[in-house]
């Protein structure tokens, strides 16, 4: 248990700090504490999710993405022109379909990074302007509204009525959102890969020496990251019932600061699916506790700023520095 | 000859090399391919079209030359800008005196550099990531800005406003004029100036600058509140423009600012580059997109072209350097 608190710490302290809020707001709010606002983040966020598990594992590997949302934007016109092509499709094609044009876009940066050492920051934020620029370019900004039927109905996994009269439901996109969770959870702590995913970003020169593939470690974290966005894509497209190409312009920021907030270091080699979740949740418990305690929604982001602004000073400010007398105190023990 | 290229190759340092020869690349292609493209309209468009970019890529520089970098910069300066209306209109809008713009162009400026001190500040004594750091400042003042002006934008300045956007002193483009005597302070800073000197010393090694008796937290907090100085510029220079402030105004320019910097020979790490070397890509990035728009493409295809060109330059460091070291062998 000591040694959890000790290797969990930012996961525990992300607890602690929703907790406080969470009890905050059910005073606050008596709408706040119930099942079915519950479900309600849970779809809400599902899409944040998938974002933040996959820039997770290139985050664990050293890497930087800026371009995986806009990629995504690329992912959901390239699918969905694809699917009206060959009339129409479901789920497991369209899935398919996501999944493999994001994979090949995020290849497309494993190769710049890994074939011409671009760092990854610089070789991203490029292909984050070729992605937008050729996507407003070809589509000329325009959105499209006529989905495919299975696109844009609703799938209820699970519904109950509460005693209020209000509906619980579990989604389509919170029962993807689990699936991609796991799977990155399998991947990144239940296989050597994963292992190695790690060693790499915390010693890319140490993991070479020791003989692993530091090619293929590039080409798995970001092509991890390119499945990822391209089924958040596909998900934000049937949750958002339109593709509009700007709609996630800007989300890779919001995204990067919630996956760090959850612990995961920028220069590789530490993070957990655990906290990278907390870190998505914390952000959306507290925009949705806003929302239902009635404050302007013009007000949302500063405080979600000045929260994460907050965390971030605190975290990294270890309680020893604080209050330097638990430090002696401990020493003496 | 050799020798002088030689002293030139010295003088200018190797960043030198990657932006000039973009900018013969680009004026050579679009000077065939578009046939009113060397012309003075050509540069009169790009004169007046590079200060808001160039100061935001300034205030950029600075942190990453430390190691880190600003991504609150667009909406420092947006909130700057919002600053400067506020005085201005609460001075009477159009009525409003020279003694309230400078007033409020003060004010604005001390707006930005408080928030880079915040950021500074946080980035120094707490040793957090300053992409992270700046990453929720920048969240934080777009909340900020949105919350205070509803979405909406401010407008209605005084006449006197308009030459500062659009006019002309002995014919060189008054933005322009500010924006060099901006590069200027900037390069005298960072080659003749302590600070500079020691932000290059932290770029390369913080622990070693640290170990060698300065003290890095007041350069830290000083670059930050530089680089938020830098950005209120562009700010008030983006109020007089477009006429209007707008929370948001500018934003697609964050990554660009970033783009121009690496373009310009700076190292991604910090502690290697100059600022003659990013004015010339900052020219390049805007003499592609004007020559672009004279083809008849949009500035989305000029976006994408600017990431091309971008990742072009680096594989032809990447080809250089591969050359280098056969030829060493």
Same mark, same amino acid.
């Given at each position: 248990?000591?040694?959890?608190?000790?290797?969990?710490?930012?996961?525990?302290?992300?607890?602690?700090?929703?907790?406080?809020?969470?009890?905050?707001?059910?005073?606050?709010?008596?709408?706040?504490?119930?099942?079915?606002?519950?479900?309600?983040?849970?779809?809400?966020?599902?899409?944040?999710?998938?974002?933040?598990?996959?820039?997770?594992?290139?985050?664990?590997?050293?890497?930087?993405?800026?371009?995986?949302?806009?990629?995504?934007?690329?992912?959901?016109?390239?699918?969905?022109?694809?699917?009206?092509?060959?009339?129409?499709?479901?789920?497991?094609?369209?899935?398919?379909?996501?999944?493999?044009?994001?994979?090949?876009?995020?290849?497309?940066?494993?190769?710049?990074?890994?074939?011409?050492?671009?760092?990854?920051?610089?070789?991203?934020?490029?292909?984050?302007?070729?992605?937008?620029?050729?996507?407003?370019?070809?589509?000329?900004?325009?959105?499209?509204? %006529?989905?495919?039927?299975?696109?844009?109905?609703?799938?209820? #996994?699970?519904?109950?009525?509460?005693?209020?009269?209000?509906?619980?439901?579990?989604?389509?996109?919170?029962?993807?959102?689990?699936?991609?969770?796991?799977?990155?959870?399998?991947?990144?702590?239940?296989?050597?890969?994963?292992?190695?995913?790690?060693?790499?970003?915390?010693?890319?020169?140490?993991?070479?020496?020791?003989?692993?593939?530091?090619?293929?470690?590039?080409?798995?974290?970001?092509?991890? &990251?390119?499945?990822?966005?391209?089924?958040?894509?596909?998900?934000?497209?049937?949750?958002?019932?339109?593709?509009?190409?700007?709609?996630?312009?800007?989300?890779?920021?919001?995204?990067?600061?919630?996956?760090?907030?959850?612990?995961?270091?920028l220069g590789?080699?530490?993070?957990?699916? &655990?906290?990278?979740?907390?870190?998505?949740?914390?952000?959306?418990?507290?925009? %949705?506790?806003?929302?239902?305690?009635?404050?302007?929604?013009?007000?949302?982001?500063?405080?979600?700023?000045?929260?994460?602004l907050a965390?971030i000073t605190l975290s990294n400010t270890s309680i020893e520095r604080i209050l330097p007398?638990?430090k002696?105190?401990?020493?003496?023990? | 000859?050799?020798?002088?290229?030689?002293?030139?190759?010295?003088?200018?340092?190797?960043?030198?090399?990657?932006?000039?020869?973009?900018?013969?690349?680009?004026?050579?292609?679009?000077?065939?391919?578009?046939?009113?493209? #060397?012309?003075?309209?050509?540069?009169?468009?790009?004169?007046?079209?590079?200060?808001?970019?160039?100061?935001?890529?300034l205030a950029m520089l600075l942190p990453i030359l430390t190691g880190g970098l600003n991504l609150a910069i667009?909406?420092t300066?947006?909130?700057?800008?919002?600053?400067?209306?506020?005085?201005?209109?609460?001075?009477?809008?159009?009525?409003?005196?020279?003694?309230?713009?400078?007033?409020?162009?003060?004010?604005?400026i001390g707006v930005g550099a408080l928030s880079g001190l915040l950021m500074g500040l946080v980035i120094a004594y707490t040793k957090a990531h300053p992409i992270l750091v700046s990453l929720s400042m920048?969240?934080?003042?777009?909340?900020?800005?949105?919350?205070?002006?509803?979405?909406?934008?401010?407008?209605?300045?005084?006449?006197?406003?308009?030459?500062?956007?659009?006019?002309?002193?002995?014919?060189?483009?008054?933005?322009?004029?500010?924006?060099?005597?901006c590069?200027?302070i900037w390069h005298v800073l960072l080659t003749r100036m302590k600070l500079g000197f020691n932000t290059y010393m932290i770029g390369s090694n913080i622990e070693a600058t640290r170990y060698s008796g300065i003290n890095t937290r007041k350069v830290l907090v000083l670059v930050y509140t530089l680089s938020g100085a830098m950005c209120a510029?562009?700010?008030?220079?983006?109020?007089?423009?477009? %006429?209007?402030?707008?929370?948001?105004?500018?934003?697609?320019?964050?990554?660009?600012?970033? #783009?121009?910097c690496?373009?310009?020979?700076v190292n991604p790490f910090g502690g290697f580059g100059r600022v003659?070397?990013?004015?010339?890509?900052?020219?390049?990035?805007?003499?592609?997109?004007?020559?672009?728009?004279?083809?008849?493409?949009?500035?989305?295809?000029?976006?994408?072209?600017?990431?091309?060109?971008?990742?072009?330059?680096?594989?032809?460091?990447?080809?250089?350097?591969?050359?280098?070291?056969? %030829?060493?062998?």
């Amino acid at each position: 248990m000591r040694s959890f608190a000790r290797s969990h710490a930012t996961e525990l302290a992300l607890l602690g700090v929703m907790a406080v809020i969470c009890v905050v707001l059910s005073f606050a709010s008596d709408r706040f504490f119930t099942l079915g606002n519950a479900f309600d983040l849970l779809n809400t966020s599902s899409v944040n999710i998938i974002f933040a598990v996959g820039l997770l594992v290139v985050l664990i590997a050293g890497g930087i993405d800026i371009s995986f949302a806009v990629a995504a934007s690329v992912v959901q016109y390239l699918a969905v022109t694809f699917l009206g092509w060959i009339g129409g499709g479901n789920w497991v094609i369209g899935l398919i379909v996501a999944g493999a044009t994001g994979v090949a876009l995020g290849c497309i940066n494993a190769f710049l990074i890994h074939q011409f050492k671009i760092i990854s920051i610089v070789a991203t934020i490029s292909t984050f302007n070729i992605f937008f620029g050729l996507l407003m370019f070809f589509t000329g900004g325009v959105s499209i509204y %006529n989905l495919p039927d299975w696109m844009t109905t609703r799938v209820v #996994l699970f519904e109950r009525e509460m005693a209020d009269g209000t509906w619980a439901e579990i989604t389509l996109p919170v029962v993807i959102m689990a699936l991609c969770v796991f799977a990155t959870w399998a991947l990144i702590t239940r296989t050597t890969t994963g292992r190695q995913l790690y060693s790499f970003g915390d010693n890319p020169e140490g993991a070479r020496r020791f003989g692993i593939n530091i090619g293929a470690m590039q080409y798995i974290a970001f092509g991890w &990251l390119g499945l990822m966005a391209g089924i958040a894509g596909l998900v934000q497209a049937h949750y958002a019932q339109e593709v509009v190409p700007n709609a996630l312009y800007g989300r890779e920021l919001d995204v990067l600061a919630a996956v760090v907030l959850g612990g995961a270091r920028l220069g590789g080699g530490k993070g957990s699916v &655990l906290g990278c979740i907390l870190g998505v949740l914390l952000v959306s418990i507290t925009q %949705n506790g806003l929302n239902l305690m009635g404050v302007s929604p013009f007000a949302f982001k500063m405080i979600v700023g000045a929260i994460i602004l907050a965390a971030i000073t605190l975290s990294n400010t270890s309680i020893e520095r604080i209050l330097p007398f638990l430090k002696s105190r401990r020493a003496s023990q | 000859m050799t020798a002088l290229i030689e002293r030139l190759r010295a003088a200018l340092g190797p960043e030198m090399a990657g932006p000039v020869a973009a900018f013969v690349v680009v004026v050579i292609v679009f000077g065939i391919l578009a046939p009113n493209f #060397l012309s003075a309209a050509t540069f009169g468009s790009v004169a007046f079209q590079l200060p808001e970019l160039g100061l935001l890529t300034l205030a950029m520089l600075l942190p990453i030359l430390t190691g880190g970098l600003n991504l609150a910069i667009t909406f420092t300066a947006n909130i700057a800008g919002l600053t400067l209306a506020w005085v201005l209109q609460s001075r009477g809008g159009v009525d409003a005196g020279v003694g309230a713009f400078i007033l409020g162009s003060m004010l604005a400026i001390g707006v930005g550099a408080l928030s880079g001190l915040l950021m500074g500040l946080v980035i120094a004594y707490t040793k957090a990531h300053p992409i992270l750091v700046s990453l929720s400042m920048m969240i934080f003042l777009r909340g900020l800005g949105e919350f205070l002006t509803r979405g909406g934008d401010l407008s209605g300045f005084p006449a006197f406003l308009a030459p500062i956007g659009y006019g002309t002193l002995l014919g060189i483009p008054v933005p322009l004029l500010i924006f060099i005597a901006c590069v200027g302070i900037w390069h005298v800073l960072l080659t003749r100036m302590k600070l500079g000197f020691n932000t290059y010393m932290i770029g390369s090694n913080i622990e070693a600058t640290r170990y060698s008796g300065i003290n890095t937290r007041k350069v830290l907090v000083l670059v930050y509140t530089l680089s938020g100085a830098m950005c209120a510029v562009a700010g008030i220079i983006m109020l007089a423009r477009f %006429n209007s402030v707008r929370v948001g105004h500018g934003e697609s320019y964050l990554l660009i600012t970033v #783009l121009a910097c690496f373009l310009g020979g700076v190292n991604p790490f910090g502690g290697f580059g100059r600022v003659i070397p990013v004015f010339i890509a900052l020219i390049v990035l805007q003499l592609l997109s004007s020559g672009l728009n004279l083809m008849g493409a949009n500035q989305h295809l000029a976006t994408a072209v600017w990431g091309i060109l971008m990742i072009t330059v680096m594989i032809l460091r990447w080809v250089a350097g591969r050359i280098k070291f056969l %030829n060493a062998k």
